[in-house]
């Protein structure tokens, strides 16, 4: 299968879907790849390297976009990357299609097939394709809300810690995944209060015994949930339905009721945020304040840190890449069942239920049924 990579053209995304090892992979396998020239520079892969690995650098995305059968992106395509489609077209990359009607329209139109990283779910029902990013997210998460709690950001201007005989900073965490796990042990690691709510009580009690009395869990209820707002200093929303739009937990009249100046970083915001006031901002302008309280919306979070964010995804989506170009994205279905719930879009039909659900009007088919 002739592969395809091309550099991110996202706001400040510096990540790249394949790197110099991965090349090594597929060229090993007896596949081509088109690499466009300068695609791996913003997390530290040299053309040269790309050319040592076996690829064929090609200055042109639109060349590489026309010749492969499988592009394998970090992001989801932008709008001036739609006219580049072509049918056939296995697009392996984030696609979060929930919240983005323009692109679930282009990818129908042109027939591409979007196989998602982000639904990707294996027989455990872990989202190893997700794990990864959310992981770095969710770390990313406090080190953003310890930045802009301070007062030129205009936030309260206190420290996560505190110092003796200061009080510590209040941190609410709204969902116990993958990313409230990992936001959870590094808030408790600089020494912050922490509170974290989830609607399974089962997972609550594993992170009661992960993290034992230097945390509060609580069950998700609005009322728990506007409890511990209102004292917070930083609120972070890691709530996640796989492939679906996120509730909007954090409400717009929560603000009024907590300090001017405290952060509301939405981890979820990929997914459509689970805060009513939360709106996509990126790396370049990441903040706005409403009601006092400084939102952090960033859209691709672990693209500030593309060296670790590119080396942990691409240690997770090579293994099912490479059983896509061996077989074809059909016959590795059959052989990998697990990848039939990565595919979102075939033939021109939505085929994940969760983005059907968002979009009545489009076509919709049971992907096990067209393959």
């Not at 069950?219 to 739009?245: C, F, H, M, Q, W």
């Not at 915001?269 to 370049?284: K, L, M, P, Y």
Request: hydrophobic fraction near 40%; include cysteine; charged fraction near 20%.
């Amino acid at each position: 299968m002739r592969i395809g990579c091309v550099k991110e053209i996202k706001n400040n995304e510096f990540r790249v879907g394949l790197t110099p090892d991965n090349v090594k992979a597929y060229a090993a396998a007896g596949h081509e790849v088109l690499i466009e020239c300068g695609a791996g520079l913003g997390s530290g892969f040299t053309d040269e390297e790309y050319a040592a690995a076996g690829a064929q650098l090609i200055p042109d995305p639109a060349e590489v976009w026309k010749q492969v059968e499988m592009m394998v992106k970090v992001k989801e395509p932008l709008p001036s990357e739609y006219p580049l489609f072509h049918e056939g077209l296995i697009l392996y990359t984030y696609l979060h299609l929930a919240p983005d009607p323009e692109q679930t329209e282009a990818l129908l139109a042109a027939k591409v097939t979007g196989v998602a990283y982000e639904t990707l779910m294996e027989r455990d029902r872990s989202l190893p394709l997700l794990v990864p990013m959310s992981q770095i997210a969710g770390r990313l998460s406090i080190q953003q809300a310890a930045k802009y709690l301070e007062k030129r950001f205009g936030g309260e201007g206190i420290l996560l810690a505190g110092v003796p005989g200061t009080p510590k900073a209040n941190i609410v965490i709204l969902g116990g995944g993958t990313v409230g796990t990992n936001a959870c042990k590094i808030a408790v690691g600089m020494g912050a209060n922490v509170t974290i709510i989830d609607i399974s009580l089962k997972r609550l009690e594993y992170l009661d015994d992960l993290f034992g009395s230097r945390i509060q869990t609580l069950y998700s209820t609005d009322a728990n949930i506007e409890k511990a707002v209102r004292d917070a200093d930083v609120v972070i929303g890691s709530v996640l339905i796989p492939g679906a739009a996120t509730p909007k937990l954090f409400k717009k009249k929560y603000l009024k009721e907590m300090r001017p100046g405290a952060v509301f970083v939405d981890v979820a915001i990929d997914q459509g945020g689970c805060g009513e006031s939360s709106r996509v901002t990126s790396h370049d302008d990441p903040i706005f304040i409403e009601e006092g309280i400084v939102h952090y919306c960033v859209g691709n979070m672990p693209g500030a840190v593309p060296r670790t964010s590119t080396i942990a995804l691409t240690n997770a989506t090579l293994r099912y890449g490479l059983q896509i170009a061996a077989y074809g994205l059909e016959e590795a279905c059959r052989r990998n069942p697990v990848i039939y719930s990565a595919i979102n879009t075939y033939d021109g039909k939505i085929t994940y239920p969760g983005v059907a659900e968002c979009y009545p009007d489009l076509e919709s088919a049971d992907i096990h049924e067209l393959i």
